[in-house]
């Protein structure tokens, strides 16, 4: 049985059409991808985003665990509420997740990882973090709704109590507070997101997500689906984990080098692996795609190149471009032309750097 968040009678009480996502029965669409798509990239939507797994850490010695456990370096975080994207790496380099560490108080950090990946996530957390007698306090008590869109500042700001308006509107990028909500429930609004337009993620009490919900809908804050995320993250350039990386793929072959921080004296799991594979030459890297034809670019599709065979990862249409595009992983080396094997015809692609689109225009 797959597991459901607090919204699922919600979602299909709209009419939205579900669908198993790494064992949580979740939207896909409520109507049109498409136009759920575009609301996001021209206005505001929302999604249910709480199959995302909330971990809790605790202890005077949690800096040091997350300068052992992550790549990038937590150190960059020294004002409390600040954020930093990174990746969790195994002893080979080799992703075993991507996520958000917020530093809440010397002794009090919080992650943010992946729905499909938690019981890897928890079984390689909780031992690492025994050594450094960190408390690992997972939050299922706890929803997620991100607000996404040009929009989203003043959808959210209508949900926030009055005296909180003000440090929620001064909320830089990549941070996060606790604030209580018009109706008095505590907040924890980050302004983060994964569909390259501003907005925000809002952590709170399950008890308290319907009628969260149900207000930004009241006003004018439309649903949108899996399909428009993933479409809006390809755009934006963001990575899927199990898709544009995993286990036996590091960070630099993924388009995460810049995730990576090589700070002097600090011996993270899989800094070696990476060091040797930086020395020797990364075998393997990710561009990004544009089709020159019709067709539609799909993960697992055989992309030729002058240097040998790469894959598409991650591929689809574009809805703010009108033509496909795709993440691939091709082998170091000049590609020269390059072509994607699309039922047996290779098709003419050209490769670009990403994201694809920013400000919800298209890059150049």
């Not at 005077?60 to 020294?78: E, G, Q, V, Y």
């Not at 990364?282 to 799909?298: A, E, F, N, S, T």
């Not at 240097?307 to 591929?315: H, K, P, R, T, V």
């Not at 170091?332 to 225009?361: H, L, N, Q, S, T």
Request: proline share 4%; hydrophobic share 45%.
């Amino acid at each position: 049985m797959s597991q459901q968040t607090v919204l699922n009678a919600t979602h299909r009480a709209a009419g939205a059409r579900m669908v198993d996502f790494g064992g949580w029965d979740m939207p896909i669409h409520y109507g049109s991808q498409v136009d759920e798509h575009h609301q996001v990239r021209r206005d505001v939507g929302m999604f249910d985003v709480s199959h995302m797994t909330v971990i809790d850490l605790h202890g005077p010695r949690t800096r040091d665990f997350l300068r052992h456990l992550l790549a990038n370096s937590i150190d960059k975080l020294k004002v409390p509420g600040k954020a930093l994207y990174s990746c969790m790496l195994n002893e080979k380099g080799g992703v075993i997740d991507d996520l958000i560490v917020y530093y809440l108080a010397e002794d009090f950090f919080r992650i943010v990882s992946n729905a499909s990946t938690r019981d890897k996530d928890l079984a390689w957390i909780e031992p690492v973090a025994a050594s450094f007698d960190v408390r690992v306090v997972e939050r299922p008590d706890l929803a997620l709704i991100a607000v996404q869109g040009p929009n989203a500042r003043v959808a959210v700001l209508a949900q926030v109590a009055e005296a909180d308006r003000a440090a929620v509107a001064a909320l830089g990028k990549f941070a996060a507070i606790d604030v209580k909500g018009s109706q008095g429930e505590a907040l924890f609004v980050a302004r983060t997101g994964y569909t390259g337009e501003d907005g925000f993620e809002i952590v709170l009490p399950q008890g308290a997500a319907v009628a969260l919900w149900n207000r930004l809908a009241e006003a004018g804050v439309k649903p949108a689906g899996l399909g428009a995320r993933d479409t809006l993250r390809l755009e934006a350039g963001m990575n899927l984990y199990g898709q544009d990386m995993d286990e036996t793929v590091s960070p630099l072959e993924a388009g995460l080098a810049w995730t990576v921080a090589f700070d002097e004296g600090r011996d993270f799991i899989g800094r070696s692996a990476l060091e040797a594979q930086k020395s020797a030459g990364v075998p393997r890297r990710m561009v990004g795609l544009v089709l020159q034809d019709k067709g539609i670019l799909r993960h697992g599709q055989r992309v030729a190149t002058a240097a040998g065979d790469g894959e598409i990862l991650s591929g689809t249409f574009a809805p703010t471009l009108g033509t496909s595009i795709a993440f691939a992983r091709i082998p170091a080396g000049e590609p020269g032309e390059v072509g994607v094997d699309i039922r047996g015809r290779i098709v003419p692609a050209r490769i670009v750097k990403y994201p694809f689109v920013r400000d919800g225009k298209p890059v150049e």
